[in-house]
């Protein structure tokens, strides 16, 4: 596989959520952004090596607003900001939808159907091939523009290794499971932790119906 890699930036005070009004003739709407709290930034490499943990499932598995300012505050912006109130929070959500589709894609057969679908969403991602020197030769880099082209690569990815988005059984959160993912394509529970609380609740409530049987005689 050619490397699929990004040098970016986080803000190194986090970010936060700021509400503007924007004043319309007859109406007022309330609109949130994403905003960096200071000017400093730092910078971070992402490259897609698999699918194990991917920063698109966990973009898709920020539920609250509190999740998503400290997805953005670890990871970055998914833009290069060109105004401080760019990245709105519902800008945010459509990329969540876009991606949780694109992942979604995965469970179905492939079909001309299938990749005209897939590649309506492609169109908008934008990726420079690059040749860069390591280790003594030039090697062929992929390069996505920003963090929202790096994840939908992910979840391109993902959908062309035949890895399949489920929701665990216990936490209900988004994972990948099958080649890549470090998971069966079974898989029913997110992690062993789950797994293993999932077990102990069974567990717990047989014990009570084992109870319950015992008082009733
Ligand atoms: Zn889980």
Known sequence: MIPIRLNWERPVDGVEIVPLHLVQETSTTETKFVCARSDESEPVIYEITNLENPLAIRLINT?????????VSRFGLPQKLVTPFQVSVTSLETLKEDLGEVLGLGAFPDSVEKARHVNDVLKYVSLAPSFEY?????????????????????????????ATLSRCAHCSKAYLTGPLTGRRSHAVYCSDRCRVAAMRKRNASAGKHQELTVLAK
């Open 63 to 71: 539920v609250s607003d509190e999740d998503l300012v400290a997805f």
């Open 134 to 162: 390591a280790d003594g030769r030039n090697k062929l880099v992929m390069r996505p523009t920003d963090l929202a082209n790096l994840m939908m690569m992910e979840a391109v990815f993902a959908y062309e290794v035949g």
